[in-house]
């Protein structure tokens, strides 16, 4: 694992287009199927014109993976599903745009869950992801191959999407730093949407610096999200190693039932280690935790049930035989989804219909008012909040697939930041048989700074986030 | 409770086509979460309003131009994707 710091210098001291080829021998070579797809010419290309042309962006001959749901100009863009077969969007996302114009390289697109809808990276139409601790496990999900990718050193950065937990949870069980911004902060024009009012794009890296550093490449208003908020902010200047006084909740309601003893114990180790380096710790109570759950996946299945309502076979993607009008759409669509897709689709006009629409979906909407308040009642006595990003560390592959409710269980703990919409950082925080377990500081409306400068000072004290798994 | 009839209107409505296998399969899955959401009749939300977007929503206004905000696409780059397309345009499956 590299940090940009030792890549610059070695980009310095030699080519980028030499570490670019480093990296893509290792995806060539891996077994994790982390990518989907390798932009190995194009990454080349672009190598070798910034090692001649000279190129002063803060990511200058860089190489990041971009999860295959955020469009990249000439390059498959997929969402892990049949259905956008073939697809090469006409043009870049603002991140891309961003990462662009800071020199970055662009080297393949990673595996996800399809349409981002899960938690392990096995719903993807392209076979799942390995998680590099143990490849018969997991690497979380949605954005499991970008985590898995840059634990397996395989990519120093990648981005990924996070509805509901999407970055937190692989970062978690794959042992590395992810962060879900507030919402607003990156505009998510050229994301294909799965559920609009939840999802922020973040970014992975091995240290909370290039978390910052990568944060302050992505970061900024774009006329083309109208959710886009103008805010000039530079998150790598908050990086200090100082909590002296900072004010630290933990709500016990993150420590619920199904809680693993020694993801429990862990992040309270972690916590202690702050209050060594001079936090405090405030009481907080946060009564509503329990049904986020389920006002998270009412309100994100019928969000996905209209944005995925787009994939027609017309304008781009799979296309099966012509019939008539309706049921052409409704072939290209069971052909082209896979089964989780279909049930959340499903559910999400069930919710929405008439005779159910005040029951599930409106009613989801008034308990994420409530949410809400829980956050901003805590948010007058804690700077931060600080819980398990996961209940338990990474699970088997096949464990939990066919039990969907199971599967949605695992979310608990990171739903609830994005009913809120307030950022969260997962920093890994110590280990159980070998497996990384993360906690999050989670903190209010468009304070990234506090959240990174805590993760940023627990980094600097421990040493977890140095360790690599084997053969990797 | 969702019964196999209304998973067959639900699939009309998502125009997502299901096969018999899939409505076996799906049911009780299907069921099996509904239950799980039904928890939210325990939550009293008598006056509380309901929250669509998390941050204020504003009208974003712009002017009416052509390149404001976003370059549109040529007609070229549009179709570059489509499985079907005659004469410079999408070709949609006939409608009866």
Redesign the interface.
């Known amino acids: 694992m590299a940090t940009i710091n030792e890549l610059n210098e070695r980009i310095h001291a030699g080519s980028s287009e030499e570490i670019v080829a480093e990296y893509l021998e290792r995806i060539d070579s891996s077994k994790l199927n982390a990518f989907i797809t390798v932009a190995k010419e194009n990454a080349l290309a672009r190598a070798k014109e910034i090692d001649s042309e000279g190129h002063e962006g803060s990511l200058a001959g860089i190489p990041v993976a971009i999860k295959d749901n955020i469009s990249t100009k000439g390059i498959l863009t997929t969402c892990a599903s049949k259905i956008l077969t073939?697809?090469?969007p006409?043009?870049d996302a603002h991140v891309i745009e961003r990462l662009k114009e800071a020199g970055a390289v662009i080297i393949g697109k990673t595996n996800m869950d399809e349409f981002a809808m899960g938690t392990s990276t096995e719903t993807s139409f392209y076979g799942p992801t390995r998680n590099p601790w143990d490849t018969d496990r997991v690497p979380g999900g949605s954005s499991g191959g970008s985590a898995a990718a840059v634990a397996g050193s395989e990519v120093p950065l990648a981005l990924g999407s996070d509805t509901g937990g999407s970055v937190r949870c692989p970062a978690s069980f794959c042992g590395v730093v992810g962060l879900k911004p507030t919402?607003?902060v990156i505009s998510r024009?050229g994301l294909i949407s799965y559920a609009n009012?939840l999802e922020q794009i973040g970014p992975f890296a091995t240290t909370v610096r290039d978390v910052a550093t990568l944060f302050d490449v992505i970061a900024g208003y774009d006329?083309?999200d109208?959710?886009s908020?103008d805010k000039e902010v530079n998150y790598s200047s908050a990086l200090k190693n100082d909590v002296s006084g900072l004010k630290i909740g933990v709500p016990e309601e993150y420590f619920g039932e199904g809680t693993d003893e020694n993801v429990e114990k862990t992040v309270w180790n972690a916590i202690h280690t702050l209050e060594d380096l001079g936090a405090t710790r405030v009481e907080v109570k946060m009564p509503?935790t329990?049904?986020a759950l389920?006002?998270y996946?009412?309100i994100a299945m019928s969000e996905a049930?209209s944005n995925l309502?787009r994939f027609?076979?017309?304008?781009?993607?799979?296309?099966t035989e012509?019939?008539?009008?309706?049921?052409?759409?409704?072939?290209v669509?069971?052909a082209g989804?896979g089964?989780e897709v279909?049930?959340r689709?499903?559910?999400g006009?069930?919710a929405l219909?008439a005779g159910y629409h005040d029951k599930?979906y409106?009613?989801?909407?008034?308990?994420?008012?409530?949410i809400?308040q829980d956050f901003e009642l805590a948010f007058k006595d804690a700077d931060v909040l600080i819980a398990p990003t996961m209940p338990y560390p990474a699970f088997k592959l096949g464990e939990k697939i066919d039990?969907?409710?199971s599967l949605?269980l695992a979310d608990v703990d990171t739903v609830p930041i994005n009913?809120?919409?307030v950022p969260s950082i997962s920093v890994p925080c110590g280990f159980s048989h070998e497996l990384p377990i993360g906690m999050q500081v989670i903190g209010k409306?468009f304070d990234e700074a506090t959240i990174l400068r805590t993760a940023y000072t627990f980094e600097e004290n421990t040493d977890f986030h140095t360790r690599e798994p084997e053969g990797f | 409770m969702i019964a196999k009839k209304d998973l067959e209107h639900m699939g009309w409505l998502a125009r997502l086509e299901l096969s018999e296998e899939d409505k076996e399969k799906y049911t009780p899955k299907l069921n099996s979460v509904l239950d799980y959401f039904g928890e939210l009749d325990e939550v009293d939300t008598e006056g509380v309003e309901p929250t669509y977007h998390i941050l204020p929503m504003n009208n974003v206004f712009r002017e009416d131009e052509v390149n404001v905000p976003a370059k549109p696409l040529t007609q070229e780059e549009a179709l570059s994707n489509a499985p079907k397309k005659q004469d410079g345009f999408f070709k949609a499956p006939r409608m009866m």
Do not use: E
């Open positions: 073939g697809y090469v006409p043009y919402y607003g024009y009012s006329a083309r109208s959710t908020v509503h329990k049904y389920s006002a996946y009412i049930s309502a027609d076979g017309m304008r781009y993607g799979l296309r012509d019939s008539d009008w309706h049921t052409t759409f409704s072939q669509r069971a989804f089964d279909k049930r689709i499903l559910l006009t069930y219909s599930y409106l009613k989801a909407l008034k308990v994420r008012t409530l809400k039990d969907p409710l949605y009913l809120a919409g409306h």
